[in-house]
Structures are given as C-alpha cells and as structure tokens.
C-alpha cells in the first residue's frame, strides 16, 4: 500500500499529466481548426480558432496551473499543496474574469477597473511572477518587478531617468486589459510559433529522431581527428536548433558527448567549454533558430522565411570558429580520431525516414507557410515517419509522453515570454525605451563601436538572469532603436542583439551553459566557463562584422558581397584563432601570433584597402606556418 504522501504525489502527477496532455492537444487543435469556415464547427466558441484577445489568456492560464503542479512551494508539505492548489483556483477565476471583459466598453477608460477586474488582473500578475520565480529563477521575477515598481514611481527618480508615475490600476489595467503588456507580443509567439516547435523537439526525442541526429554526427566525424568534439558540434548545430535552451541542449548531448572527449584526452574543462560553446550556437542555427528567429519575425515584421537566409551565412561561420578550435586543440595534444565508428552512410540509411520531417519543416518555413502551422507539420510529419519503420514505430504510451513533454518544455519558455511582456508593457507606457535610446547614444558619443560595447555589456547582465529569448526581447525594445540611430538597418540592428543576447551561456563570471557542462563533465565551473568563452568568442566578432560589413544576406545585397565579407570574417576568425590557440599547422611563432593580432584589426577595419591589407598579411602568415610544419615533418 502507498503512504498518504505517496499517493498525492501520485494524484498529483496524474492531474499534472492530463492538464499537460490538455494543453498540447488544445494548442495543436487551434491552427488545424483555422482550416474550417466560420460556423462549420459545432461548438464554435469553444472549438473554433480563438483571437488573440482569448487565445493568450487561455494559453498562460493552462501553464500556470500546470506550473503549480509541476513546480511546488514544497511538494513534501501538505499545506503548502494545498496553497499550490488555491492559487490554481485563483488563476482560474481571475482568468475566467478576464475572458469575459468587454473590450469594446469605455466604461473602465473612464472611470476605472471594477473592483473584480482589478484583482483579477492583480492575481494573474503576482500568479505570473511567482511562476517565474519558480520555472526561471528568481532574477526574472526581480526584472519585472522593478520595471512595474519603475511604472509606479518613476516620477521620483533623476530626470535622466524619470517618467510619469502611474497607480497601481493604470498599471494593471494596461498590462492585462490591452495587447500591450501581459497579454503582448511576447506571450503570443509563445503561444504559437514556439509552443509548436517545442512540441516538435519533444516528439523528435520521443520517436528517437533526436537520437538519430546525434548518432549520424558521431558517425560523420567521430574519426577524425578530435571526433568526439566535432560530433559535439555538429549535434548541438542539429538540436540546438529546435530545442529552444542552450541549457538543455549542453545536458542532453553533453551527457553523451562529455565523456567521450574525456576519454579521448581531452581535459574535462575543455569538454564542458566545447559542448557549452556549441549548444549555445544552435540558438543561432537555421532553420528553426531556438524560439527567438520567431520574435524577430514579429518584431522587424520580415518574413521568417527571410530571416533564416539572413541568419545562414554568420550561423555557419559560427560553428565554422568552434570546429576550428576544436581542430586546434585536438591537433595541438596529438589526439586521435574515435575507433569503431558506425559507417556514416548505414546510420543515415537506418534513419532516413526522419530526414522527410526535417525536409520538410525546412521547405515550409523558406516557403513563408504560418511557423505555428509548419510546427504542427513538423509534429504530425515525424510522427508519421516514424511509423514507416518498425524499429521507430511508437505506441500510445509514447505519443501521450511527446504531448506531455512539449507543454512541460512550454512552462518556463511561456512565463518567461509574459515577464518579458510586462517588461515590454512597461516600456510602452512609461517611454523609458526613448530615454534609453537616448543613453546610449550620448554615452557613445555617436560611435558604433562604443554602443555596440554598451550593448554587449547591457546583453550580458540581463543574460545572467534572464533566459536568451526573454533577453532579446528586452534588448530589442531598449536598445534596437539606438542602433538604428547610429545607422545600422533594422534586421541588422536585431541580428546583432539577437546573437548578443546568448552571450550568457559562455561569458564569465555567470556562463550558464558551461557550468552546466561542468557538472556533467566533473570541471571546474570558472574554468569551463573560460574554455567556452575562447570557443565562443565569434558571438562577439561577428556580430562586429555585421556591423561594419555586408555579411547579412538581405534581398538588396545579393550573393557576391555577402561571400566576400564572409571570407573577411574567417579569415578574422583564423587569425584570431592562431593568436590564442599559438597552433595552425604546427606552432606559430610569437611574432606570427603578433601579426595575426595585427591581422584580425586590419580585417575589423570597415575599409577595402585594410582588408587588402589585412587578407595578404594573413596568407604570409598562414604560408609560413604551413611551410614550418613541412620543414618539421621533413626533418
């Protein structure tokens, strides 16, 4: 017999568990009922495609009562359960109130919030925060509440910095009665675009699809020199991609990739800093980008579509830098490729069926098809190939597990979008973005340069709390307009944010991603944190060379200046890489070291006549050391 205990907990789980499977069933009916003409469905209001206006409180409703289930004040305590469970009672009272507001009425502009409204609108913010608090962290809650206590006394602060202060209503009213805050942008995409692709990632790792990518990597380059790091790599460009968290992208293959790079030698820092390195670029990845290509598409209002070609060339670069590290090290200790490795073509043979979902995610979203509708595509796609073979056949058990895990996945990315809504909502209603924008452009007295550090800096501390998507959001609302100012172009100004937006996962003193490499990897957390920072540091040049030269692939720009400022980047890249590393072909001298630094500044230099120079320098060099290591191997 189970305790009195035990069976909560088993209560629990199994309420969890259909609260959780509700969820992912509701969000993937919503596009599919968009298909029906209006009154077709039986049921319209319930069955129908819900507005915005409906669809957003419904969606945050049902994660934070799944929050209160899954993420408990303290699961051993009964009462403080059953606080967990009034707050449920709350939030679906309060959200059954905001549901049923009248829009279209004046009444609440002229004379206020009714009491009900007010605390309805009151809980779902507290409810919000304290979720937060719970699936985030506890920065993420103190971000919003010092935006909503700015809102409040904003008139008392230095006129640098001042605003209108607005009551406690005002504040609410707008933040949960209008589009603008709580129930913003953010929220929606969270709602849609990303809640679909996190269910995709989740039915990837369900039908073993997931494992297939990271099998098919280690086959790929799992011989090669350094194997075990370069199929970390590749996985994490794979994965990454689609699972949304550099987190949870550095625990899910580490696990795996971790331990094989120590075997073969390398050092346990090293291991962490590669896999933290590589699964913070799959947030940058094409197609599917994390969840933050998709606010982009929102934000700068360019098709997705669009902005996967625009993001392919600095993506590929990026993960070009790491392999190079990871070349460099390997080749620099003498390590050896992995042994008895799979023969590449039999695993993608063995898995070819999952490539068709894969495919066709990838054509949908260059096609500007709806991403909400593509992630629903995705989701039925990979479900129906893995019926095509019998060792990926999978039964009810499975199918219910792949619901449950997309909406638990979902928790903490929505509540992580509606704190980043209020964040947004109070910028809106305050105009403190402006005075930012302002800031930034006084303090680096019109230099790019000098505000894009500024950024960088201001990504960095918002990343240490914050997740990547929820930072970005804040980013581009602050800081976008400032660097249009200084006259980046829309989609670069967002780029360059959104790729310093993840720095937090590898920069020191708080690398989010490398420490959890270091737990796997048995490290030393700081350390790691340097490793990954080294492997990672084109989060920081190229987005420099988005800046000062033509490496977006835009529809005015065309093929041929994108290539040639790519080849610019690399060889940055190379030259830096030579630099720290002192290894290219075989040691580099000091002085070479020296005129590779000397390299990276010609090439950073927003002028054709210091990339001539630049690019001739770096094949003296290059030539040398390769000439060097002939003369040794000679010898």
Same mark, same amino acid.
């Not at 290509?293 to 669009?306: D, L, R, S």
């Not at 290894?583 to 002085?591: D, H, N, P, S």
């Given at each position: 017999m189970l305790s009195k205990q035990n069976q909560d907990h088993w209560l629990i789980r199994r309420i969890a568990l259909i609260a959780a499977v509700g969820l992912s069933i509701f969000q993937l009916w919503q596009p599919l009922a968009g298909f029906f003409p209006a009154e077709f469905l039986p049921f319209e209001s319930v069955l129908g495609l819900q507005p915005a206006t409906y669809f957003r409180p419904i969606h945050l409703c049902w994660i934070l009562c799944l929050g209160f289930l899954v993420y408990p004040l303290n699961a051993d305590v009964r009462a403080l359960r059953w606080l967990d469970f009034a707050s449920i009672l709350l939030v679906l009272w309060a959200s059954e109130r905001i549901l049923s507001f009248d829009y279209r009425s004046i009444e609440h502009l002229l004379n206020g919030?009714?009491?009900?409204?007010?605390?309805?609108?009151l809980i779902i913010v507290a409810a919000t925060l304290e979720m937060a608090r719970r699936s985030v962290g506890l920065v993420m809650t103190v971000v919003g509440l010092v935006f909503l206590i700015y809102s409040a006394f904003g008139n008392v602060l230095p006129d640098v910095l001042a605003s209108k202060g607005f009551s406690v209503e005002r504040i609410i009213r707008f933040q949960v009665f209008t589009g603008a805050g709580l129930y913003g942008a953010p929220i929606g995409i969270a709602a849609g675009a990303v809640f679909s692709f996190v269910l995709f990632g989740a039915f990837l790792q369900v039908t073993g699809a997931g494992q297939f990518l990271i099998d098919l990597s280690f086959a790929a380059a799992g011989k090669y020199r350094g194997g075990p790091a370069k199929a970390s790599v590749l996985a994490s460009a794979a994965m990454g991609s689609i699972s949304g968290s550099a987190i949870a992208n550095t625990v899910t293959t580490g696990s795996l990739t971790?331990?094989?790079?120590?075997?073969?030698?390398?050092?346990?820092?090293?291991?962490?800093?590669?896999?933290?390195?590589?699964?913070?670029?799959?947030?940058?990845?094409?197609?599917?980008?994390?969840?933050?290509?998709?606010?982009?598409?929102?934000?700068?209002?360019?098709?997705?579509?669009?902005?996967?070609?625009?993001a392919l060339v600095p993506a590929v670069l990026y993960f070009t830098s790491v392999l190079l590290y990871v070349h460099l090290m390997a080749a620099k200790a003498g390590f050896k490729g992995m042994q008895g490795q799979p023969k590449a073509w039999g695993v993608f043979v063995n898995g070819l069926h999952f490539m068709l979902p894969l495919g066709l995610?990838?054509?949908?979203?260059?096609?500007?098809?709806?991403?909400?509708?593509v992630g629903v595509a995705g989701t039925a796609a990979v479900l129906l190939a893995s019926l095509l073979r019998k060792h990926t056949?999978?039964?009810?058990?499975?199918?219910?597990?792949?619901?449950?895990?997309?909406?638990?996945?979902?928790?903490?990315?929505?509540?992580?979008?509606?704190?980043?809504?209020?964040?947004?909502?109070?910028i809106g209603q305050t105009g403190v973005g402006l005075?930012?924008?302002?800031?930034?452009?006084?303090?680096?007295?019109?230099?790019?340069?000098?505000?894009?550090?500024?950024?960088?800096?201001?990504?960095?501390v918002l990343g240490m709390g914050l997740p990547a998507t929820a930072a970005y959001i804040v980013l581009a609302v602050m800081t976008g307009p400032a660097l249009q100012e200084l006259g980046l172009a829309l989609i670069t100004a967002h780029m360059i944010i959104f790729w310093l937006s993840q720095s937090s996962n590898v920069t020191p003193p708080i690398a989010l991603a490398a420490f959890a490499g270091a737990g796997i990897a048995g490290a030393a957390p700081m350390r790691s944190a340097v490793e990954a920072f080294k492997l990672a540091n084109g989060l920081f040049v190229i987005p420099l060379m988005m800046?000062?030269?033509?490496?977006?692939?835009?529809?005015?720009?065309?093929?041929?200046?994108?290539?040639?400022?790519?080849?610019?980047?690399?060889?940055?890249?190379?030259?830096?890489?030579?630099?720290?590393?002192?290894? +290219?072909?075989?040691?580099?001298?000091? &002085? =070479?070291?020296? *005129?590779? %630094?000397?390299? /990276?500044? +010609?090439?950073?230099?927003?002028?054709? &006549? =210091?990339?001539? *120079?630049? %690019?001739?320098? /770096?094949?003296?060099?290059?030539?040398?050391?390769?000439?060097?290591?002939?003369?040794?191997?000679?010898?």
């Open positions: 919030l009714s009491n009900e409204d007010f605390a309805a609108g971790i331990p094989m790079m120590k075997k073969l030698g390398y050092k346990p820092e090293q291991a962490a800093g590669i896999e933290a390195a590589a699964s913070t670029g799959g947030q940058i990845m094409p197609p599917i980008m994390g969840a933050g290509a998709f606010v982009m598409a929102e934000f700068t209002k360019i098709p997705y579509g669009e902005i996967v070609w625009i995610i990838t054509a949908l979203l260059l096609w500007n098809y709806s991403p909400v509708l056949r999978i039964g009810f058990k499975q199918l219910v597990e792949g619901l449950k895990q997309g909406a638990m996945l979902a928790i903490s990315i929505s509540i992580a979008c509606a704190v980043a809504g209020i964040v947004v909502g109070v005075q930012f924008t302002e800031s930034v452009v006084s303090l680096s007295g019109g230099q790019l340069w000098l505000a894009l550090l500024l950024v960088a800096i201001a990504a960095l800046a000062y030269s033509p490496l977006l692939l835009t529809s005015e720009l065309g093929w041929l200046p994108v290539l040639g400022a790519a080849v610019v980047t690399m060889t940055m890249i190379i030259a830096v890489a030579v630099c720290v590393e002192g290894y +290219l072909f075989t040691e580099v001298a000091k &002085v =070479s070291r020296w *005129a590779s %630094l000397l390299v /990276a500044g +010609l090439l950073v230099y927003p002028n054709d &006549v =210091s990339h001539v *120079a630049g %690019l001739v320098l /770096a094949a003296a060099v290059f030539a040398k050391n390769y000439l060097d290591s002939r003369q040794q191997s000679s010898a």
